[in-house]
């Protein structure tokens, strides 16, 4: 028996995420359908949180400096399926399913949509949706 | 006409790749068959523009501080097939080929073996080999 409190279930595995000098560690998203790698985004600690507990994707968003609930603006939710981290502990990779089909803010599935070919980064995927409409009820 | 040198065709696509303040950009790692996520690392110019050229895997080792063209020491060589880079010019993709099958120092077929499970990080997948065999040339 000991006075010291008992370590929360919490602490234990966020312990074992390895947050940069920032603390932010990047999150890869991939179908689990398609398995198409469709964007990466970085998470902080509340974000990881609310991401496992909710099932919902939630991002550290780097430019607007807030916490990214992603689909709270275009409606492109991403219900996590399995959050999985790597050796090192220092990338987290997201299952899921993106609702809408679209991940990226272009109005395309993935954000990786250009490829090298050629000596050039070409667009090899077509915007499935304009941007304009996907946020037109900001 | 200008008596300033042409652009060369590789500053081109290379301008669009945007290299953090350290001069580095995380480069996804994923197999082309299985479309498993294989690991993460990072690149600065000179792996990135290495990797094209040779189309084969080579990453900046931050904890080395020197290029570590992935196969050197473990034969685990990754062929790539295809590189992407995403809308905000960030992020690399690898489409590739694992040598192996392993693209893991822990000796797995992936970085990412360990699972979210009931408030845990639970390893999934087996070693496929003993990393001390892997690195018994070195």
């Known amino acids: 028996m000991t006075d ?4 929360s279930p919490t602490s234990e595995w966020l312990s074992e995420v390895k947050f940069d000098s920032d603390g932010l ?18 998470m902080n600690r509340e974000a ?27 409606g492109h939710f991403q219900h996590i399926k399995e959050v999985s981290i790597d050796c090192d502990g ?12 679209i991940a990226c803010h272009t109005g395309r599935e993935s954000c990786f949509f250009r490829v ?12 499935l949706k304009d ?6 009820n900001q």
Chains 1, 2 share one sequence.
Do not use: C, H
Request: glycine letters at 6%.
């Open 4 to 7: 010291q409190p008992a370590e």
């Open 48 to 74: 990881l949180l609310e991401t496992i507990n909710t099932q919902s994707a939630v991002y550290w968003s780097r430019s607007r400096n807030k916490l990214w609930r992603k689909g709270e603006e275009s």
């Open 131 to 136: 941007p304009d409409e996907i946020y037109s």
């Open 25 to 42: 560690i990047p999150a890869i998203a991939q179908d689990i359908q398609t398995k198409r790698v469709l964007m990466v985004a970085w």
């Open 90 to 101: 220092d990338v987290v990779l997201l299952q899921l399913e993106q609702i809408g089909g």
């Open 116 to 127: 090298f070919n050629q000596g050039q980064w070409q667009t090899i995927e077509p915007q």
